[in-house]
């Protein structure tokens, strides 16, 4: 019975680990589960993660990028980047805690043509040169898309992705079995209304993150011509 449980530790543990940094993420409100929503797509799922929440507790997303922070201390890195500047504050956290002192920079996502699109602005160019080592930061990777476009842009200008860090990992994404470090890696199953079990099962169905995005406007002001 003990050598059976002893068999994976490295497993057990890593199941340990998802386990408490799914609490922090709870612990934030960003992360959600056990319920009945309605996705922005359409399809329902039990779980869901609101990203912008993630970094609101400035001591819970330092711990997190400490630990990402901890996986690839033994590799030298010069760059922290980050896919955008959703995960910059992650970014500088696993920068802070590296013991190289990485210096932290930013790619700017866009869609051309409708065709995703990833750039380096200019005032970060002559920090990414041959032969620069670089960590990927990314908060949540869900298609990978963005990842393998920043990849393809840090190879271009000859410097090396050492690895990537993310907070979350949806498992189906294949990453061309670079080195991927994640807080948690799980896939959220989503269903189609027609055939939701939790549709079948008639529990009440969560609408307030799709509300949300649409309907509620975010607070604003505005400047007066006076103020001009
Ligand atoms: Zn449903």
Not at 10 to 23: F, G, P, T, V
Not at 79 to 85: E, R
Not at 99 to 127: D, N
């Amino acid at each position: 019975m003990a050598a059976v449980e002893r068999k994976d530790p490295a497993a057990m543990d890593a199941e340990i680990r998802e386990k408490i940094h799914l609490e922090i993420l709870k612990r934030t409100g960003a992360y959600h589960a056990n319920d009945h929503i309605l996705l922005p797509s359409g399809q329902h799922t039990s779980e869901y993660i609101e990203k912008t929440l993630v970094t609101t507790e400035p001591s819970f997303i330092e711990g997190l990028g400490a630990v990402i922070a901890k996986h690839f201390a033994q590799w030298p890195i010069d760059v922290v980047m980050s896919t955008g500047p959703g995960a910059l504050i992650l970014s500088h956290c696993v920068a802070r805690a590296h013991p190289s002192r990485p210096v932290v920079v930013y790619g700017a996502k866009g869609v051309t043509g409708g065709r995703r699109r990833v750039t380096l602005p200019v005032e970060f160019q002559r920090l990414i040169r041959p032969g620069t080592k670089v960590l990927l930061v990314e908060d949540l990777v869900s298609s990978g898309t963005t990842l393998k476009l920043i990849i393809s842009l840090i190879e271009q200008l000859g410097a090396h992705v050492v690895g990537i860090g993310c907070l979350w990992r949806r498992t189906s994404v294949d990453l061309d079995s670079r080195a991927v470090f994640s807080l948690v890696s799980r896939d959220f199953p989503t269903y189609p209304p027609e055939t939701c079990p939790l549709c079948k099962k008639g529990l009440p169905l969560n609408e307030e993150f799709v509300r949300r995005r649409q309907g509620r406007r975010p607070s604003s002001v505005q400047e007066t011509s006076a103020e001009r």
